[in-house]
């Protein structure tokens, strides 16, 4: 019996992962389609590590309150994803993108 439950769970996981992959790429298509001028921008691997080493670092020196980060660690992680990645983003960019962070969180920890 538990190696059908654990059959099941790897299924569930894999579903689960296979969901989380989809919905990043659709983000990444509405980014890369819009037009508008909105800001909108497409995310990339450097990226993604560039602002979460930035997150990582200030969460481990206390700098996040009960609504989300202090101010000075957007502007850290606005200045850090530029220098490494050579792209232009504004806060809102990243508040953006810390929103999917946590929509992603709460998928994967739901499985």
């Excluded at 099941?8 to 996981?13: C, N, P, Q, S, V």
């Excluded at 389609?33 to 995310?43: H, Q």
């Excluded at 202090?70 to 490494?84: D, F």
């Amino acid at each position: 019996m538990g190696m059908i439950a654990d059959y099941y769970r790897t299924i569930k996981l894999t579903k689960c992962l296979l969901i989380t992959k989809r919905d990043v790429v659709n983000d990444m298509e509405k980014g890369k389609k819009s037009g508008s001028g909105r800001g909108y921008i497409s995310w990339n691997d450097d990226m993604d590590k560039a602002l979460l080493d930035t997150f990582v670092e200030y969460y481990n020196k206390g700098d996040r309150c009960q609504n989300g980060w202090k101010s000075h660690v957007y502007t850290a992680a606005i200045k850090n994803v530029r220098e490494k990645c050579n792209v232009e983003i504004t806060k809102d960019n990243i508040m953006s993108r810390n929103k999917t962070f946590d929509k992603h969180h709460t998928i994967i920890n739901d499985v």
